[in-house]
């Protein structure tokens, strides 16, 4: 059972552009919703993440939008660069010391 | 750099042997998490330890067991090696003020022939 589920498995954005990555959820008892990072040959890096009592948050080009009564999140990538070239995945705890669930990743590419 | 680390960064071995697996945690960190990835299953939660003492557990094989020392450093052994078990294996650690946000390491990369 697959309890975090991402979209699209790949995406490509043009230098300049907005990326969307997707995800929903199914178990109402997770409040804690983070986005990794993950370069080729690195380990997962948290890039930003949300709490369900807000909709929105904002860390430079980067934004997490939330929708509690969907179950969905997602996160944007404002002004697009190559070097956002990289694998995001979404993920999902519960309060405290909880493992995460991850999403299946987005395999994104910025092209100039 | 997240300031965990793990060693070695790659190990390739034969079906049917052991191999062990060795992170350590950011300073002051008391949880560490191990986590699989493989083109398959993306990311997978192994076990969770906390201050020497295992807290959660996940799809985690009887063929595989890990412990944490009390100076928290973490090893994750895996046994009777089979081809499947190919794949990168991560840990990741969770400060006690912010019990949520985990900070993962570079890998061990695994292949077993």
């Known amino acids: 059972q697959q309890q975090v589920k991402q979209s699209p498995q790949s995406l490509i954005v043009q230098k300049g552009g907005i990326s969307i990555i997707n995800c929903a959820y199914e178990?109402?008892?997770?409040?804690?919703f983070p986005w990794y990072q993950q370069f080729p040959g690195k380990g997962p890096a948290l890039l930003i993440a949300?709490?369900?009592?807000?909709s929105e948050k904002k860390e430079g080009r980067f934004t997490i939008s939330f929708n509690k009564s969907a179950k969905q999140f997602s996160l944007h990538i404002m002004d697009s660069q190559p070097g956002d070239s990289a694998t995001y995945f979404c993920a999902a705890s519960m309060t405290g010391n909880t493992p995460l669930v991850f999403g299946k990743g987005t395999r994104l590419s910025v092209i100039a | 750099d997240s300031g965990v680390t793990q060693t070695p960064k790659h190990l390739i071995t034969a079906t049917g042997q052991r191999v062990t697996l060795r992170c350590s945690p950011r300073s002051g960190d008391l949880s560490v998490y191990w986590y699989q990835q493989s083109l398959d299953q993306g990311l997978q939660f192994l076990i969770q330890y906390y201050n020497g003492e295992e807290r959660a557990k996940g799809n985690i094989l009887e063929r595989f067991s890990a412990q944490q020392f009390p100076d928290l450093h973490s090893e994750l052994n895996l046994s009777s090696l089979e081809l499947g078990d190919s794949a990168l294996y991560f840990c990741?650690?969770?400060?006690?003020?912010?019990?949520?946000?985990?900070?993962f390491g570079p890998g061990t990369r695994l292949t077993v022939t």
């Open positions: 990741a650690s969770s400060p006690l003020s912010r019990a949520a946000e985990q900070y």
């Open positions: 949300i709490r369900p009592d807000v």
């Open positions: 178990n109402t008892a997770f409040d804690y």
